[in-house]
Nanobody
Framework: QVTLVESGGGLAQAGGSLRLSCVAS????????MAWYRQVPGKQRELVAA???????NYGGSVKGRFTISRDNAKNTVYLQMNSLKPEDTAVYYC??????????????????WGQGTQVTVSS
């Protein structure tokens, strides 16, 4: 059984920082591209950041320079360090693991797996 468990969400003030973690089990983590997405009610899900098996990264335009994605294959974990948070970063953040790798382009394959999401709320 594949599970992705996100943690680290919560309430932060504008300008502050949060660090999200996603621990994967049931997959060969190192062979999957990993990504973070976010969604606000009534809006489409958007790619926040992705990291390939080879550690190449891709960021959504609104978070470039503020967020950093990283992975630790030994711990089956992907991280999202979020700095200089803004109220518009408020969303549910989801972890995605994609064996095909398409999630790196913001287009997760149907074979990919999702976490349950963690709420991030940024107050002004």
């Amino acid at each position: 059984q594949v599970t992705l468990v996100e943690s680290g969400g919560g309430l932060a003030q504008a300008g502050g920082s949060l660090r999200l973690s996603c621990v994967a089990s049931g997959i060969t983590f190192s062979t999957h591209a990993m990504a973070w997405y976010r969604q606000v009610p009534g809006k489409q899900r958007e790619l926040v950041a992705a990291i390939s098996r080879g550690l190449s990264t891709n960021y959504g335009g609104s978070v470039k320079g503020r967020f950093t994605i990283s992975r630790d294959n030994a711990k089956n974990t992907v991280y999202l360090q979020m700095n200089s948070l803004k109220p518009e970063d408020t969303a549910v953040y989801y972890c995605n693991a994609d064996p095909v790798g398409m999630t790196w382009f913001g287009n997760p394959s149907k074979e990919s797996y999702w976490g349950q999401g963690t709420q991030v709320t940024v107050s002004s």
